[in-house]
C-alpha cells in the first residue's frame, strides 16, 4: 500500500476536483494534518487533494446546492476532500499506530491507540517507547512485513495492565497504578487482548508497518471462562472416574497383575475405560478390561454401573460369555445411547489356560515364555448394549511363564493407521517386554507413544502366570483322585486327604480340618451327585483348597437343619470350619463344590 497515494474514499460518490482552469478560484491550501518523519525534509500528505476551498462562490458550479454540495449529497455529511487519513484513522474504535524504517520509529498512533497506551512520541524507537508492542510479540513479526511486504495476524495476544501503563517517553519509569495515569498520560485499569494485524507500507519512501489492533479482551476473557469451566468438569471426570477403579488390584496365588490407567490430555474428554481383577474361589481368578463409546462424566457413571455389575455377575461364578449376556442387557437398561467393549475372562490355574469372551473389544494377547506372542481369536460379539447376540466363549492358552495383556483401544489405534496395524505394534512391543508385570505395563505405553497429551484415554492390565522353581516351587502342589462311588469312597477319599496334607507337612489341626471337609463334601456328591466324581487338593502359598466335582449340575445350598434331621448338616460343617466355600458348574455339565483354608504365616 502506498501511504502518501492513499485517499479516504466513499464508494460510489464521485470524487469532486481540486482546482479548475478558469474558475478563478484560490489555490488549494493543503492543511497540516501530514505525518512528519523525524529528520525528513518534507511532510507527508495525509490523503491526496487534501486542501481548504477559498473564494467559492455559492451555485458557481453546475448541479451544486447553494450550500456547496453536489445534487443527491445528504446534508450534514463533509466532502470527500475534507477526509483526511488523520481523521478517518484517529475516529476508529481500534488501535491504529504508523511505524517507519528498520527500527520501527513511531510516526502516528490514533486516539484509540492512545486511550490504551498513552501518547507516543513521534520518532521514538517501537522497542524502547512502546513496549506494549514487544509484549504483544510485533517486533519481530515487523521486521517479517518489511521484508516479506506482505500483511501478517496474530491473533488473542495478551497484554498486562502494568506493560500497558508504561509511558511513551523513553527512559521515563511509570510512578502510577493501571488505574491511574503515568506520567499525565491515561493507562488501561485491567489486560488486554488484541488481535494485531501488520500491513506494509510507505511513506516518504522508507518502508513502513500499519498496525492495526481490534480489543478482543472480551471474547479472550469469555474463552478462557470456558476453558476454565471445561477445566473444572474434566477434572470431575477424571476424579469420578479413578474413584470407580480399582484402588488397589487383588492379587491371586497364581498370577501377578497389574494395570495402568492414563486418561487422555488436557484436550480430550474423559472417557469410560476401565478394568478389574476378582478373585472367584479355589484359585480361580476373573479379569475384566472394557471402554464405554463416550466421553465425560455420563461415560465415567456408566462405567462405574457396568463394573459393579460385572462384580456381582462374578459372584455367582458364570462362565464368561454368560457374564457378557447379562451385562448386554444391563447395558441396555442403563443408556441405551452408551454402547460399551468388553473383554472378561477367567483363569483356573489347574487347566493353564484363559476362558474368556468377548463384546465388540480388541483380542488378548499372549506373550509364551520363548517370546513368541498369540492374539485370542474369536468369538468376538458385538459390542454391550446392542442387544439380540448369543455370545460364546473361547480359550487361549496361558501355560507357567506366560504374559497376558487387556488393553482399550486408545493403545493401539491412532488416526493415521488402521487398528489392525496398531494392534500389530502391540504384538512387537510386547514380544520384546520383559520384568514384572508393572514393568511391561510402562514399556508398553513408552513403545505405543502414549503420552500425557495423548488423544484417548488409555487402560492396561497386565497378568502373568510365573514359572515357579527351586522353593516357590514347593509352595505350590496338586493331588487329585477319582471317585468311583459306592460305601468306599468316603473312606478312601479321607485316607488319600490325610496322607496329601501330611506330605505337604501341614500341622496337626489343619490336616483334620482339611480331612473333616473332604469326608463332608464328598459325602454330599456321593448322595446328591452323579458319576464321573473327582476329588483335587492344591495348596498354594496362602491356603489350602479342597474341590470336588461330580456329573450332577444342581448346586448345594446351606440350609438350617432341625435336631431330629439325619441330613443336611454337611455344607454347614464345611461353612464353619472353611474359610470360604462355594459352587459352579463345570463346562459341558455337572458341578463343582469347593472350601478353601486360610494357611498360617
Known amino acids: 500500500m502506498n ?4 485517499s479516504a474514499r466513499l464508494p460510489g460518490t464521485q470524487r469532486r476536483i481540486a482546482a479548475r482552469t478558469g474558475s478563478g478560484d484560490s489555490p488549494a491550501k493543503p492543511r497540516d494534518n501530514s505525518v512528519r518523519s523525524p529528520g525528513a525534509k518534507s511532510s507527508v500528505p495525509a490523503a491526496r487533494g487534501e486542501f481548504e476551498r477559498h473564494g467559492e462562490q455559492h451555485g458557481d458550479r453546475t448541479g451544486e446546492h447553494p450550500d456547496g454540495r453536489p445534487d443527491g449529497e445528504p446534508a450534514g455529511i463533509p466532502a470527500l476532500e475534507e477526509l483526511s487519513v488523520r481523521d478517518v484513522l484517529g475516529g476508529l474504535p481500534a488501535l491504529v499506530a504508523l511505524v517507519y524504517g528498520p527500527d520501527h520509529r513511531v510516526a502516528y498512533v490514533n486516539d484509540a491507540y492512545t486511550d490504551a497506551f498513552g501518547p507516543r512520541e513521534p520518532g521514538t524507537a517501537a522497542a524502547e517507547g512502546c513496549p506494549e508492542l514487544v509484549e504483544l510479540g510485533l517486533m519481530p513479526l515487523m521486521d517479517q512485513v518489511l521484508r516479506s511486504g506482505k500483511p501478517r495476524t496474530v491473533k488473542s495476544r495478551k497484554v498486562l495492565a502494568a506493560t500497558s501503563a508504561t509511558s511513551g517517553t523513553p527512559g521515563t519509569p511509570p510512578h502510577a497504578s493501571a488505574h491511574g495515569s503515568v506520567n499525565g498520560s491515561p493507562t488501561v485499569a485491567r489486560d488486554g487482548s488484541y488481535t494485531v494485524t501488520c500491513t506494509p507500507v510507505e511513506t516518504s519512501g522508507s518502508g513502513g508497518v ?7 479482551t472480551d471474547h479472550a476473557e469469555a474463552a478462557e471462562r470456558l476453558r476454565a469451566s471445561e477445566r473444572r468438569l474434566r477434572e470431575t471426570a477424571v476424579a469420578l472416574q479413578r474413584s470407580l477403579l480399582p484402588q488397589e488390584l487383588e492379587q491371586p496365588d497364581d498370577l501377578r497383575v497389574a494395570a495402568t490407567y492414563q486418561p487422555g490430555g488436557t484436550d480430550a474428554a474423559v472417557g469410560g475405560d476401565w478394568y478389574d481383577v476378582i ?14 463409546m463416550g466421553r465425560g462424566v455420563r461415560a465415567a457413571a456408566v ?10 455377575y462374578a459372584r455367582l461364578d458364570l462362565p464368561p460369555h454368560e457374564v457378557l449376556q447379562l451385562l448386554d442387557g444391563l447395558a441396555a437398561e442403563i443408556d441405551p445411547s452408551q454402547i460399551a467393549t468388553c473383554v472378561y475372562a477367567v483363569h483356573d490355574p489347574n487347566e493353564g489356560r484363559l476362558v474368556y469372551a468377548s463384546a465388540g473389544h480388541l483380542p488378548i494377547l499372549v506373550r509364551a515364555e520363548d517370546g513368541t506372542v498369540a492374539r485370542a481369536a474369536d468369538p468376538t460379539g458385538p459390542p454391550l448394549g ?4 448369543i455370545h460364546t466363549s473361547g480359550t487361549i492358552d496361558l501355560a507357567p511363564g506366560s504374559t497376558a495383556v487387556l488393553y482399550t483401544d486408545g493403545l493401539v489405534e491412532r488416526r493415521s493407521e488402521d ?15 520383559k520384568g514384572s508385570p508393572q514393568v511391561v505395563c510402562d514399556r508398553l505405553i513408552r513403545a505405543m507413544g502414549v503420552t500425557a ?6 487402560a ?5 502366570h510365573p514359572a515357579r522353581t527351586g522353593h516357590s516351587a514347593e509352595l505350590f502342589h496338586n493331588a487329585a483322585l477319582d471317585l468311583l462311588g459306592g460305601i468306599e469312597a468316603a473312606p478312601r477319599a479321607r485316607a488319600f486327604a490325610s496322607g496329601v496334607l501330611s506330605s505337604w507337612r501341614f500341622p496337626v489341626e489343619l490336616k483334620d480340618l482339611g480331612v473333616l471337609a473332604t469326608s463332608e463334601l464328598v459325602a454330599n456328591s456321593l448322595q446328591h451327585g452323579t458319576p464321573p466324581m473327582r476329588l483335587r487338593l492344591r495348596r498354594t502359598d496362602r491356603r489350602l483348597i479342597i474341590e470336588v466335582t461330580d456329573g450332577d449340575d444342581h448346586l448345594p445350598l446351606r440350609r438350617h437343619a432341625e435336631p431330629a434331621d439325619e441330613a443336611g448338616r454337611g455344607i454347614s460343617i464345611v461353612a464353619t470350619i472353611a474359610s470360604s466355600w462355594g459352587s459352579r458348574r463345570t463346562p459341558g455339565g455337572g458341578k463343582a463344590v469347593w472350601c478353601e483354608f486360610a494357611l498360617p504365616h
Open 3 to 6: 501511504f502518501t497515494r492513499w
Open 210 to 216: 500499519l498496525i492495526f489492533a481490534a480489543d478482543v
Open 279 to 292: 478373585t472367584l474361589g479355589a484359585g480361580r481368578t476373573a479379569l475384566v478390561i472394557g471402554d464405554v
Open 303 to 312: 462405567m462405574g454401573q457396568l463394573r459393579t455389575a460385572v462384580r456381582a
Open 386 to 389: 446392542t442387544g439380540g447376540w
Open 419 to 433: 487398528i489392525d496395524e496398531g494392534v500389530a505394534s502391540l504384538e512387537r512391543a510386547l514380544a520384546g517386554a
Open 453 to 458: 497429551e495423548h488423544d484417548d484415554d488409555v
Open 460 to 464: 492396561v492390565l497386565v497378568l502373568q
